[in-house]
Nanobody, 125 residues
Framework: QVQLAESGGGLVQAGGSLKLSCAAS????????MGWFRQAPGKEREFVAA????????YYGDSVKGRFTISRDYAKNTVYLQMNSLKPEDTAVYYC??????????????????WGQGTQVTVSS
């Protein structure tokens, strides 16, 4: 059974940092694009960041460019999201996702086959 487990969320003040982790189990995702999305109450799920299977290409949503960094550890089958200079508008549930064998656009949630349960990030002003 494939599982993606996020951790690292919490409450932080504006300007602070958090590092999210996504540990995969049940299969290896070494050749899959991995992504992070977020969803705030009453809003659609939003693309945050993605990293190609090789790690050579990284993509970011406009609202997080320059503040967030995505990375992956193949040995640990884990993807990370380092979040710096956090703002109240970053408050959301953050989801880790993995594409299946056939890939697809990194931007759209529908292109991902596996999802974690989500971790809450709350940024206070």
């Amino acid at each position: 059974q494939v599982q993606l487990a996020e951790s690292g969320g919490g409450l932080v003040q504006a300007g602070g940092s958090l590092k999210l982790s996504c540990a995969a189990s049940g299969r290896t995702f070494s050749r899959a694009t991995m992504g992070w999305f977020r969803q705030a109450p009453g809003k659609e799920r939003e693309f945050v960041a993605a990293i190609s299977w090789s790690g050579g290409r990284r993509y970011y949503g406009d609202s997080v460019k320059g503040r967030f960094t995505i990375s992956r550890d193949y040995a640990k089958n884990t993807v990370y999201l380092q979040m710096n200079s956090l703002k109240p508008e970053d408050t959301a549930v953050y989801y880790c996702a993995a594409q299946g064998d056939y890939g697809g656009s990194y931007y759209y949630p529908t292109e991902y086959d596996y999802w974690g349960q989500g971790t809450q990030v709350t940024v206070s002003s």
